[in-house]
């Protein structure tokens, strides 16, 4: 056999060109199967995304066999992110098209992958890169439902919460989205709300399968809430021991129909007592908000809504049990229209109520202290300014956040702290910086805060390493 | 805000009244059973029901004005008493059937839109410039069903943001009914007292439009981060944005930007930005071309002081006023004018405020005394006047902000007759003229009679409102303009007026 010069120069500068660039090929293909997780079948119609560098997409649906195909890619890392009505949406995950070897997918740190996804790669025979993924997506769950007043007439913008049940994290950080059951073991999440229409009509999805609890609250609609009205668990409870929990499996609609409970109870009230020589307006534009928080309570379903008074509060509707009450006192004379309005008094204490009316429950408020402190920073580090943010845990009074900035010298000052639990969160430039430590005199507060008030006059320090501050200058 | 000044109004009803009365369907006249009546006792609700003859009854030892809500009608403040001879005890409310759009938003692929902000918008006039406004809101749920609520009856234009199918598809933008980027006049969707409109759908299309990209350049000495870039526009009220991403190398991409007006924003943060975060701006027309070697400057933001002085128009010492300036998110800056009239704002961070200028209150034993009657007649930012736009911050400010107040009123009184010459009883009376500060308020009293303060003198319309949305509808005024001969204000003193109405306004 002969063979002329030229046809071995051709395999040459072939093989070369594949030796010389390998293992860069010139040419991918992606394709997949869109399937149902639980069973295994096809799903048509999935539309499918894949994007190189997340600002020039490619788009495709699956055809009637579940099937997607993407040839002709230019080899790179893609982003791949599949969506079908009715099925949970997987989060996009990473797939690399520059290698020939075979992974799990998402292997790339995709923060949720796809479950169950794999990724055969091989190379074809013309070194085109080939990349079959199977995309497995789960049917979600949905719960529907009428919220209707004790009379029977549809409740518009009820909150309708669906609760989950789940073993308590650790460690644990206070969110006002989770809430502890009192084995100490587990703990309620909020995985969804939403509200219901001017029909009472409410629609809850994208919910993954397992045990939910659903529960309906108070209406933001003003006035359209008595006082002997109480926060209501599917089907007819009022807490959540004696909730009845739905077991949702992927893809079942359910119905859960809510009609909210009334319950009389007793009438707390008192004066509320200021302190003497301060000096503050005495008018209506100083006024204080009082509120009863429910001790070991999954949902403050003990009261109605929390009262404003002047000289005095009246509460009504309460029922029997252990409470913690709060009061905070607001000026609003430097900014009567706005948001300004400067918490001044304060007072947090336990009650218990029993099944009688507690009148003279007078509250003596005392006056909301500041809290200074310093920044310092790790040798090394250029200081910059840095914004201190206080989040109030568990006093729902304590809107609007304490805020402070530090100043050239790293002192900066948390002005009138309402009584409460608070966590410290540290920022700069709208960016969270790490402190490598927040502590309160002794006391390391960066994990589980403090509560207010404090017993001492321990400054607030935060001490931070520069590596971690978010590459400020 | 709204809380504090109903805490104001309940303070000062006077004490131990019993309020009695009957909610009525406005549409058909039929009693309103299970409605909530709720008024403020000394600091908690007082919440009652109407049983089903509609009736109610309420004692508290101070009673407010009332508040009557049914779900499916409007809500209602029971203050206003439309026909002679009931504004005593005990009172007739109506309740006016709530009109509902529904429909479904598709993508082009006939894929549910979930998560689309959808609207329902008509043209309200904000300080004296048109603008569209949403009525009603709702989002889509996974079906991409929406559901418009609580709407008064009148026209609307239905608006969807692109919601998930923007996130999946970037050309997928904000669309009007039935499928257009800009309200069409044609296009609105009728509803009456109590109606559903359903059906209502959109199905979203894909726009091309242009690409606007450029590079951001970092201050000296600042290394280069990942910053946010977008571009606002404000298309008549209504905001719409598109997100852009930035490159290692500083440049930056936003793509499927359709044509308009908008403002083209980097920001080190979040917007709006705090002091010491870097922050570039600058208008841009987008036209069917694309928008390249655009250069964003990023600066650090500075919190700024604005100082002022407040004067009399006559000359005389100014009183002590209340200056608050409201931004378009955050708490705002307030201050008080002293003695000689001068003030500070302080800390003000770039963006848009608007002003508030009241008297200062005093408060006397508890109460608060009644104050000066002055109103701002003007504020100046330099050369430009801006009592009624606001004005924008964007580094140092233009010069001090010089406010004028005047105590100077020219009072108009009368009496509202029917058509039978019978005296209307708490009607609501609006003036207008054009110019800022042509504008006056009255309620009729139990006689017909009202009084006005107007600020100027002028030729004037009168319109007797239905309701205070009317004020703000630009629909409504047109076609009631001629309702009331025009009135001539004069300085000095004016003779009484005798208003008679053609009609009372259907509620």
Same mark, same amino acid.
């Given at each position: 056999m002969r063979y002329s010069n030229s046809y071995f120069a051709f395999l040459l500068l072939s093989l070369s060109s594949i030796y010389a660039q390998a293992p860069a090929a010139t040419r991918a293909i992606l394709e997949g199967d869109v399937v149902n997780a639980a069973t295994g079948a096809p799903i048509a119609g999935a539309r499918v995304k894949i994007d190189p560098t997340q600002t020039d997409p490619l788009y495709g649906r699956s055809d009637a066999g579940g099937h997607f195909l993407f040839s002709s890619l230019p080899p790179a890392h893609y982003f791949l992110s599949v969506d079908a009505p009715g099925f949970l949406r997987p989060a996009s995950t990473s797939v690399d098209l520059t290698l020939p070897r075979s992974s799990t997918a998402g292997t790339a740190g995709a923060s949720c992958l796809l479950p169950n996804g794999t990724v055969a790669r091989s190379a074809d025979a013309d070194g085109t890169l080939h990349a079959r993924i199977s995309v497995p997506l789960a049917a979600y769950a949905v719960i529907t439902g009428t919220v209707t007043d004790p009379d029977g007439i549809p409740m518009e913008d009820s909150a309708v919460e669906i609760l989950g049940k789940r073993p308590v994290q650790t460690p644990r950080r206070p969110s006002p989205a989770s809430r502890p059951l009192p084995d100490g073991k587990n703990e309620i999440v909020t995985v969804a709300m939403v509200r219901t229409n001017d029909k009472g009509e409410f629609r809850a999805a994208r919910l993954e399968p397992g045990t939910l609890y659903v529960v309906a609250n108070k209406t933001t609609s003003r006035g359209a809430w008595e006082s002997s009205f109480r926060a209501t668990y599917y089907p007819h409870a009022m807490n959540f021991a004696s909730a009845k929990p739905l077991e949702l499996t992927a893809g079942q609609q359910v119905r859960a129909d809510i009609q909210i409970s009334r319950q009389s109870g007793v009438r707390v009230a008192g004066r509320l007592v200021k302190p003497e020589g301060e000096e503050y307006p005495s008018g209506p534009l100083l006024y204080t908000s009082?509120?009863?928080?429910? &001790? &070991?309570? $999954?949902?403050?379903?003990?009261?109605?809504? =929390?009262?404003?008074?002047?000289?005095? $509060?009246?509460?009504?509707?309460?029922?029997?049990?252990?409470? @913690?009450?709060? !009061?905070?006192?607001?000026? !609003?004379?430097?900014?009567?229209?706005?948001?300004?309005?400067?918490? #001044? =008094?304060?007072?947090?204490?336990?009650? /218990?109520?029993?099944?009688?009316?507690? *009148?003279?429950?007078?509250? +003596?408020?005392?006056?909301?202290?500041?809290?200074?402190?310093?920044? @310092?920073?790790? /040798?090394?580090? @250029?200081? =910059?300014? +840095?914004?201190?943010?206080?989040?109030?845990?568990?006093?729902?009074? !304590?809107?609007? &956040?304490? /805020?402070?900035?530090?100043?050239?010298?790293?002192? =900066?000052?948390?002005?009138?702290?309402?009584?409460?639990?608070? @966590?410290?969160? #540290?920022?700069? *430039?709208?960016?969270?910086?790490?402190?490598? *430590?927040?502590?309160?005199?002794?006391?390391d507060v960066e994990k589980d805060g403090f509560e207010a008030p404090l017993s001492g006059d321990d400054p607030l320090r935060i001490d931070i390493a520069c590596d971690n501050s978010g590459g400020q200058r | 805000m709204k809380h504090c000044l109903l805490l104001l109004i309940f303070r000062v009803m006077a004490a131990g009244q019993t309020v009695e009365g009957d909610v009525v369907n406005a549409v058909t006249g039929a009693p309103v059973a299970g409605a909530y009546v709720s008024t403020t006792n000394g600091s908690e609700p007082l919440v009652v029901r109407t049983d089903v003859s509609g009736h109610f009854r309420l004692t508290a030892s101070a009673v407010a004005p009332v508040q009557v809500v049914h779900a499916g009608f409007l809500g209602n403040y029971g203050t206003r008493v439309y026909k002679p001879g009931q504004a005593s005890s005990p009172l007739r409310i109506e309740l006016t059937p709530a009109a509902a759009i529904s429909g479904k938003i598709e993508d082009e692929d006939g894929l549910p839109v979930e998560r689309a902000q959808v609207q329902a918008v008509r043209y309200r006039v904000v300080n004296g410039e048109r603008k569209l406004q949403p009525a009603a809101w709702a989002e889509s749920d996974d079906l991409g069903r929406y559901r418009l609520k609580g709407l008064p009856a009148g026209r609307y234009w239905v608006r969807t943001g692109s919601g998930d199918a923007g996130n999946w598809d970037r050309r997928y933008v904000a669309e009007y009914f039935p499928g257009t980027l800009k309200p069409d006049a044609t296009s609105q969707v009728e509803v009456e007292s109590g109606q559903e409109h359903a059906g209502v759908d959109i199905r979203l299309t894909k726009h091309e439009g242009v690409t606007v990209s450029g590079r951001i350049e970092m201050p000296a000495g600042v290394a280069v981060s990942s910053r946010m870039v977008h571009l606002q526009s404000d298309s008549a009220g209504l905001p719409e944005w598109f997100y852009g991403s930035q490159q290692s190398d500083g440049s930056f991409i936003i793509r499927h930007v359709t044509p308009g007006d908008y403002t083209l924003r980097a920001a080190s943060g979040n917007y709006p930005p705090q002091a010491g975060e870097l922050l570039a701006e600058q208008k841009l027309q987008v036209g069917e071309a694309d928008e390249g070697s655009i250069v964003l400057t990023l600066h650090e933001v500075q919190a700024v002081d604005l100082g002022g002085t407040v004067v009399m128009d006559d000359g005389s010492n100014p009183p002590r006023m209340y200056i608050g300036l409201r931004g378009m998110m955050g708490p705002g800056v307030s201050t008080h004018s002293g003695e000689d009239g001068s003030f500070v704002l302080k800390g003000l961070l770039p963006g848009h405020y608007d002003m508030q200028i009241i008297p200062d209150r005093k408060i006397v034993n508890g109460t608060i005394a009644a104050g000066s009657s002055a109103h701002p007649v003007s504020a100046r930012l330099g050369e430009k006047e801006v009592l009624q736009t606001g004005f924008d911050v964007d580094g140092p400010p233009a010069g001090p902000l010089r406010i004028t107040v005047s105590s100077h009123f020219i009072e108009i009184s009368g009496k509202l007759l029917d058509a039978s010459g019978t005296p209307v009883a708490g009607a609501q009376l609006a003036l207008t003229s054009d110019g800022p500060n042509g504008q006056g308020w009255a309620t009729t009293d139990a006689d017909g009679g009202f009084r006005f303060l107007l600020q100027r003198a002028g030729d004037y319309h009168v319109y007797l409102l239905a309701d205070q949305n009317d004020w703000s509808d630009p629909d409504y005024l047109e076609k009631h303009v001629d309702d009331f001969p025009l009135l001539r204000v004069v300085d000095g003193t004016n003779p009484p007026v005798t208003l008679r109405s053609p009609a009372l306004p259907v509620n």
């Open positions: 009082v509120i009863l928080v429910p &001790q &070991q309570s $999954y949902i403050q379903n003990g009261n109605g809504p =929390f009262v404003t008074g002047w000289d005095d $509060y009246e509460l009504n509707d309460v029922l029997p049990g252990k409470y @913690t009450l709060m !009061a905070v006192t607001r000026d !609003a004379s430097a900014d009567p229209y706005g948001g300004n309005q400067k918490p #001044v =008094f304060g007072l947090t204490r336990p009650i /218990e109520v029993g099944d009688r009316d507690m *009148s003279g429950v007078d509250l +003596v408020l005392q006056p909301l202290r500041d809290l200074a402190g310093a920044v @310092t920073f790790r /040798e090394g580090c @250029t200081p =910059f300014a +840095v914004r201190i943010s206080l989040q109030s845990i568990g006093n729902p009074l !304590a809107w609007g &956040q304490t /805020e402070a900035v530090s100043g050239a010298d790293g002192r =900066f000052v948390l002005h009138s702290l309402v009584m409460g639990k608070f @966590t410290v969160s #540290v920022s700069s *430039s709208g960016r969270r910086v790490r402190a490598a *430590s927040i502590r309160l005199g002794d006391r | -």
